[in-house]
């Protein structure tokens, strides 16, 4: 440890909720890590979720995340999946520079039925469905959305799915979610949500050795070379480092971003950027849903009205804001 702190010298660790950007030039790969404590408690504990819900979207928040933070530009990415099981909605969006917010939709009886069978795996959860990828630039840019079938055992498996056929770069994803117990001054016991992750991406400067081949290897010209990204030496070695990542690790805080990333591309040298922080900051507000309210007809208005006044609820944030019919009519 002592020799692991002098290789890690004078760096200032980023600690929580904040993106470490890093690139291993001897292998040509580069990613991001990160160790969310703080946000998943403000977003999972304002809903109350299950525990088999809470971890499902803690995974979703800290995939987003990691993804996320490679947006180039002012806009939003939106991750969720869409199911027929228990749990049939996970979303999680963020918005540049670094605003997180994210909710789940889960059928009661149902999840009360799987939980008491031991049917709590993501798939089981999930079920049938899909995941879908939306990157929003704006107003005035088109959205582009990629989508692929949920298959694999967790959501990671299910994401490297959809860099594999939708984007064609070789991903590797990697996500734990842990609770933690702890105590106050009081004595009181403390319930907190942690969670890790770690994208690594293969993108060598040479971009023949990262493409796949246009055509299956039975289709291709006599003589052809049938190029696999997997084949590459420096992309096997490290699948094969990342491989040894253990769970406790991704999360533990007195691991951190930085010291991973050290015991597992050392030997190749890892060069770390500037951490980028991201924070619980949900995008709604009165303005917003007022606009969207001045849409309905005045029969509508009156219909939504109870108790005097129309109250609309943010999914997200679990935000209440309060209407007076007079103002929307107006």
């Not at 030039?25 to 408690?41: E, F």
């Not at 004595?187 to 050795?209: I, K």
């Not at 917003?288 to 005045?298: E, I, P, Q, T």
């Amino acid at each position: 440890m002592d020799t692991e702190l002098r290789s890690l010298g004078d760096i200032d660790f980023a600690g929580d909720d904040r993106v470490v950007p890093f690139q291993v030039g001897a292998l040509d790969i580069r990613g991001r890590a990160v160790q969310l404590g703080p946000l998943l408690d403000g977003i999972l504990g304002r809903h109350d979720y299950p525990v088999a819900v809470a971890r499902l979207l803690a995974e979703m928040i800290t995939l987003t995340v990691l993804l996320g933070t490679s947006l180039k530009f002012e806009g939003k990415l939106i991750v969720q999946t869409k199911g027929d099981g228990p749990v049939e909605l996970v979303v999680a969006d963020f918005t540049a520079p670094g605003d997180v917010r994210a909710y789940a939709r889960f059928d009661e009886e149902r999840l009360a039925e799987a939980e008491a069978a031991g049917r709590t795996s993501p798939t089981e959860l999930l079920g049938t469905g899909i995941l879908a990828f939306t990157i929003d630039q704006g107003e005035y840019m088109q959205r582009y959305q990629g989508i692929v079938e949920m298959k694999g055992e967790s959501l990671h498996e299910m994401a490297e799915t959809y860099f594999r056929q939708s984007e064609q770069i070789p991903t590797i994803l990697k996500l734990a979610v842990a609770e933690l117990l702890t105590r106050d001054e009081d004595g009181q016991s403390r319930h907190h949500w942690r969670s890790g992750g770690l994208v690594v991406q293969f993108l060598p400067d040479a971009p023949e050795r990262m493409r796949g081949a246009d055509l299956p290897g039975g289709d291709a010209p006599e003589g052809a070379e049938d190029h696999n990204p997997d084949d590459d030496d420096f992309w096997s070695e490290a699948k094969a480092l990342v491989g040894t990542v253990k769970a406790d690790e991704l999360s533990d805080p007195e691991v951190g971003a930085e010291r991973l990333l050290y015991r597992l591309f050392h030997e190749h040298g890892v060069r770390v950027y500037p951490a980028h922080d991201v924070a619980d900051n949900c995008s709604c507000s009165r303005e917003k849903l007022a606009d969207v309210l001045s849409g309905f007809s005045a029969e509508e208005i009156t219909d939504s009205v109870q108790d005097g006044h129309i109250s609309v609820v943010c999914e997200f944030c679990s935000t209440t804001y309060l209407f007076e019919p007079d103002e929307l009519k107006a």
